[in-house]
């Protein structure tokens, strides 16, 4: 093992897998396997692995300016034309945009903006965010607390107590469903249990809730009809924020331009990261609207200066990235292309996978798409310890597919925006042998 401590792996695995180049939507490793990259990535490269396009707006802006801090009223045109972009395109009123370098450090930001604006406006008890279980929001520290992923929690002392992090149900009705109950009752069961929770809270302490619009890492959710629209009226009814991580949501992957869009969101806050940049450089997007950032103005003229800034908050190549990826999602259509191919994809996933014996839910949206794997079909009873994940993953590697096993035994798919349906059908037919030979091996 080279001297590598590597994020998200088990320390007694060893090499599995070592990419060496890519182009569309493939991936080749070192002795010249050729994959499908089936989550692009880890969910992120949008535009695939070859587009030159960006490549040239990143190596054009080094060589004119590969760096400037833009701290104190230093400026360059990349930041100021990126954060127009995003002003005209998010659903935020009267948008401000603060770039870092993750999607995690994008999340601690709103943690810390939150604060600074509760503050601002004299309300410094409002500061308690909401979570829910399964969702996914980063690693660093305040993210990490808002993730609720066992194994990003255990043994690093997660949650920090002193961020006050509430965490209220999944919206997973497959796998949280009691007895007999329909979707609807469902829904309201958990918009129950979180409207008990807020007013035992007492809604004057809250200050907002995190949501993916639709979950990746812990299993692609979906959540079902009508839960945003309640759970909206229930926040706006406390006066609780809506804050919306869009790390993997944002830009067409839903076949929306965003989650909130194809899930009935108006969000008060937005974060980004991912395809902002198809990934090619790093770069994160925290969106506030106008009016937060208007009561905060006294404050960062009383203190001097608003005391928060990466070294690399809106690198001029990150920047350029994001603004040329930008512009090929709009030239290109691609949102629209993602809704077409992403459709189609759902549809032939649900004709080829719902009967199949292994295969308990196929759900998703767009094109993020998951298989939740049982060992019993009519009970929905899971496999110990991933053991079906772990299977599935590997018989797809075997078949030239990249995809990922996530929360236990689902599998997740979420290629890069740019697949066609030909590819798709060539992707969904290396699922089913793949499928298939888990199958075999685990009954
Ligand atoms: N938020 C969501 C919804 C994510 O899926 C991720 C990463 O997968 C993050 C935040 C964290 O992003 P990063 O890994 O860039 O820190």
Not at 267 to 285: E, G, H, V
Not at 290 to 309: C, K, L, R, S
Request: proline share 5%; charged share 20%.
């Amino acid at each position: 093992m080279a001297p590598v401590i590597y994020p998200t792996t088990n320390f007694t695995a060893t090499e599995q897998l070592c990419l060496d180049r890519g182009e569309g939507i493939y991936v080749y490793d070192t002795d010249g396997n050729k994959y499908i990259e089936g989550l692009a990535g880890l969910w992120c490269t949008s535009l695939g692995y070859s587009n030159t396009e960006v490549m040239d707006a990143i190596t054009e802006q080094l060589h004119k300016l590969p760096f400037s801090h833009t701290f104190g009223g230093k400026t360059h045109a990349p930041i100021m034309q990126l954060a127009q972009k995003l002003k005209a395109m998010v659903p935020v009123e009267d948008a401000y945009v603060f770039f870092g370098n993750s999607g995690s450090d994008a999340n601690d930001t709103h943690v810390k903006m939150l604060r600074y604006y509760f503050n601002a406006i004299g309300k410094p008890e409002k500061r308690k965010i909401i979570t829910r279980e399964r969702g996914y929001h980063g690693v660093t520290v305040a993210a990490g607390s808002l993730t609720s992923l066992p194994a990003n929690l255990a043994h690093f002392d997660a949650p920090l107590e002193a961020l006050h992090i509430l965490r209220s149900d999944a919206p997973h009705y497959y796998t949280g469903r009691q007895g007999n109950e329909t979707e609807a009752q469902f829904t309201d069961r958990i918009i129950g249990n979180l409207e008990q929770q807020i007013l035992a809270e007492d809604p004057d302490t809250i200050a907002a809730m995190i949501v993916e619009p639709v979950t990746g890492a812990s299993g692609v959710i979906v959540p079902p009809e009508g839960y945003y629209e309640k759970l909206q009226v229930l926040l706006r009814k406390h006066g609780i924020l809506v804050w919306a991580d869009e790390v993997i949501t944002g830009f067409g992957r839903t076949g929306a331009d965003f989650g909130c869009t194809a899930m009935g969101i108006k969000p008060d806050l937005m974060t980004f990261a991912k395809q902002l940049s198809s990934a090619y450089f790093p770069i994160s997007a925290s969106v506030i609207p106008g009016w937060m950032y208007e009561a905060m103005i006294n404050q960062t003229n009383e203190v001097g200066v608003f005391g928060h800034g990466y070294t690399y908050s809106g690198h001029p190549a990150a920047c350029a990235a994001a603004l040329k990826t930008l512009e090929i999602y709009e030239r290109d259509n691609l949102f629209e292309h993602a809704a077409e191919v992403g459709a189609y994809m759902q549809a032939q996933l649900r004709g080829i996978f719902t009967d199949h014996p292994l295969v308990g839910e196929v759900r998703g949206i767009g094109l993020i798409a998951a298989l939740e794997l049982v060992s019993n079909k009519t009970t929905g009873a899971s496999f110990d310890k991933g053991a079906a994940g772990a299977a599935a993953q590997k018989a797809c590697e075997a078949n030239g597919l990249i995809i990922r096993a996530v929360a236990g035994n689902a599998v997740a798919l979420c290629p890069p925006i740019i697949i066609t349906k030909d590819e798709v059908d060539d992707m969904l037919a290396r699922l089913k042998t793949a499928i298939d030979s888990a199958y075999g091996d685990l009954k």
